[in-house]
T-cell receptor
Framework: KAGVTQTPRYLIKTRGQQVTLSCSPISGHRSVSWYQQTPGQGLQFLFEYFSETQRNKGNFPGRFSGRQFSNSRSEMNVSTLELGDSALYLC??????????????FGPGTRLTVL | GEDVEQSLFLSVREGDSSVINCTYTDSSSTYLYWYKQEPGAGLQLLTYIFSNMDMKQDQRLTVLLNKKDKHLSLRIADTQTGDSAIYFCAERFTGGGNKLTFGTGTQLKVEL
């Protein structure tokens, strides 16, 4: 099976703009989670989607949002970008089956730079 | 509460064993994971352990869990230069859905 894919891999934006990142989970996986990785804060959970519904949310401002489509693909959006939003954004999918229920498999990430 | 701590750096010689340690504070954690991150890459799942287990072995990897002390360790036998990376432990606690709480990461450097 193909792994988790994320597009684009690299992105440069300026302050005040908005950005949309895309994630395609492993085939058959129904849960998609998003994480932000920065040198200062480390890896932090943004949100999780399952069956097109946000099931869990981290401690991030409302500028960060996401959605999931019926094919389990997910997008996250950041509006009114700030310099501090520069980070590696990682997407993870999990099968939600009985054997490996919630183990998360990560994509390569999208490197966002805000100038 | 949610707090996962790791030492920042570990240096070993090729062929030696590496032991990476992690402490966590949430006693209701049900799953504990080890991930590896190489430069410029995402996270690679190495192994995981259920909280009702004490030990799990998978080829060169051995995970030990001490629930009393809330201590998790990852031992890599016969460490190779390709093992140089950042290693993260992560916990998923009961009632937290699929949210993972990660440690700060341990930079493992393997020297010849």
């Amino acid at each position: 099976k193909a792994g988790v894919t994320q597009t684009p891999r690299y992105l440069i934006k300026t302050r005040g703009q908005q950005v949309t990142l895309s994630c395609s989970p492993i085939s058959g996986h129904r849960s998609v989670s998003w994480y932000q990785q920065t040198p200062g804060q480390g890896l932090q959970f943004l949100f999780e989607y399952f069956s097109e519904t946000q099931r869990n949310k981290g401690n991030f401002p409302g500028r960060f949002s996401g959605r999931q489509f019926s094919n389990s693909r997910s997008e996250m959006n950041v509006s009114t970008l700030e310099l501090g939003d520069s980070a590696l954004y990682l997407c993870a999918s999990s099968p939600q089956d009985r054997l490996m229920r919630d183990t998360q498999y990560f994509g390569p990430g999208t490197r966002l730079t805000v100038l | 509460g949610e707090d996962v701590e790791q030492s920042l750096f570990l240096s070993v010689r090729e062929g030696d064993s590496s032991v990476i340690n992690c402490t966590y504070t949430d006693s209701s954690s049900t799953y504990l994971y080890w991930y590896k991150q190489e430069p410029g890459a995402g996270l690679q799942l190495l192994t995981y352990i259920f909280s009702n287990m004490d030990m799990k072995q998978d080829q060169r990897l051995t995970v030990l869990l001490n629930k009393k002390d809330k201590h998790l360790s990852l031992r890599i036998a016969d460490t190779q230069t390709g093992d140089s990376a950042i290693y993260f432990c992560a916990e998923r606690f009961t009632g937290g859905g699929n949210k993972l709480t990660f440690g700060t990461g341990t930079q493992l450097k393997v020297e010849l």
